[in-house]
């Protein structure tokens, strides 16, 4: 049972839009930033999107970050077949004092 | 570049330890606050600790509290972590990450198998 609540699934056909949804708490979403990687298949995570809404360099303008409250989403448009993948969402916990991060939600591009 | 290169697992018996590194290049690794993050088998990501730029603060997730030790040598430029009284659930795939200051993990290690198994 991960912290940060994120759906298991979702799918898309290539050129569409899909949004990822995280939930958490006052602890940790509504108090602090959220961060989102992508674990491509054999891989190391990679950093996507940084304090709630930002882009580290390289990262494709596809690829979008919001929060309101207590949750966050993020937000991939025109979508390409090499996106498929696992998405987490991740912020500091200031009960736990760490890092929690969502399940992890696995999109695939039909 | 930047590179984080992760060494030391393998295959240990329940009960016991182990120890894995993660040597750092390209950048100035005593500036930097370092995490271990984990992954199961087939399961998604849980962190396990973080320990300051100069060692003196660390954190630890619950799940590994008084079993598991990080640390660090600046001089070698090196991470480590030691893993005591290991359990069949500590299975996982050990990443190590560089978190810049309130930019997240922004380079990950390609990890290191560490398999409980008797």
């Known amino acids: 049972q991960s912290v940060l609540t994120q759906p298991p699934s979702t799918s898309g056909t290539p050129g569409q839009r899909v949004t990822i949804s995280c939930s958490g708490s006052?602890?940790?979403?509504?108090?602090?930033?959220i961060y989102w990687y992508q674990q491509l298949p054999g891989t190391a995570p990679k950093l996507l999107i940084y304090?709630?809404?930002e882009r580290p360099s390289g990262v494709p303008g596809r690829f979008s970050g919001s929060k309101s409250g207590t949750s966050g989403s993020l937000a991939i448009s025109g979508l390409r077949s090499e996106d498929e993948g696992d998405y987490y969402c991740s912020a500091w916990d200031d009960s736990l004092s760490g890092w929690v991060f969502g399940g992890g939600t696995k999109l695939t591009v039909l | 570049q930047v590179q984080l290169v992760e060494s030391g697992g393998g295959v240990v018996q329940p009960g016991t330890s182990l120890r894995v590194s993660c040597a750092a290049s390209g950048f100035t690794f005593s500036s930097f606050v370092m995490h271990w993050v984990r992954q199961a088998p087939g399961k998604g990501l849980e962190w396990v600790a973080l320990?300051?730029?100069?060692?003196?603060?660390?954190y630890y997730a619950d799940s590994v509290k008084g079993r598991f030790t990080i640390s660090r040598d600046n001089s070698r430029n090196t991470l480590y972590l030691q893993l005591n009284s290991l359990r069949a659930e500590d299975t996982a795939v050990y990443f190590c990450?560089?978190?810049?200051?309130?930019?997240?993990?922004?380079?990950w290690g390609q990890g290191t198998l560490v398999t409980v198994s008797s």
């Open positions: 990450a560089r978190e810049y200051p309130l930019s997240g993990f922004d380079y």
């Open positions: 320990i300051s730029y100069d060692g003196d603060n660390t």
């Open positions: 006052s602890s940790n979403i509504g108090g602090n930033y």
């Open positions: 304090r709630d809404n």
